[in-house]
C-alpha cells in the first residue's frame, strides 16, 4: 500500500460547485461503480487535501462536477503519489480541471 495525497487548489473558478473525488479501490471499500469498477467517492473542498492508501497497482483516479470531469492514470508503483487539481478558465469548455503529479 501507498499513500495518495489529493490536494485542490484554491480558486475563485468552481468555488461554488461541489467537486467528487473518485479513486479506485478494493472491492470492500468501494461507495460507487464507474464502469463496472469499484471506487471510494468523496466530496473535496476548494483549497483543501485528502489523503488516501492505494494499491501498488495502477489506479484511475477522476474529479468530477455538475460542469466538468477530469481523470488520471497513477501508474503501478510502491512510491507515495501527490496529486494537484487546478481549474482553469474556459467558458468554452466548462472551467476544466487538470490534474497533476507534483514531484
Known amino acids: ?3 495518495l495525497t489529493f490536494k485542490r487548489k484554491w480558486s475563485i473558478i468552481e468555488s461554488g460547485s461541489r467537486i467528487i473525488l473518485s479513486v479506485e479501490c478494493e472491492e470492500e471499500k468501494a461507495n460507487s461503480k464507474i464502469d463496472d469498477k469499484p471506487f471510494i467517492s468523496m466530496p473535496i473542498k476548494n483549497g483543501k487535501a485528502l489523503e488516501l492508501e492505494i494499491s501498488d497497482n ?3 483516479v477522476y474529479l468530477s462536477s455538475s460542469t466538468m470531469d477530469a481523470e488520471f ?3 503501478a508503483g510502491t512510491n507515495d503519489i501527490t496529486l494537484l487539481a487546478t481549474p482553469k478558465f474556459n467558458p468554452m469548455e ?3 480541471f487538470t490534474i497533476t503529479e507534483e514531484k
Open 94 to 96: 466548462g472551467n476544466p
Open 58 to 60: 495502477q489506479t484511475m
Open 73 to 75: 492514470v497513477i501508474p
Open 1 to 3: 500500500m501507498r499513500k
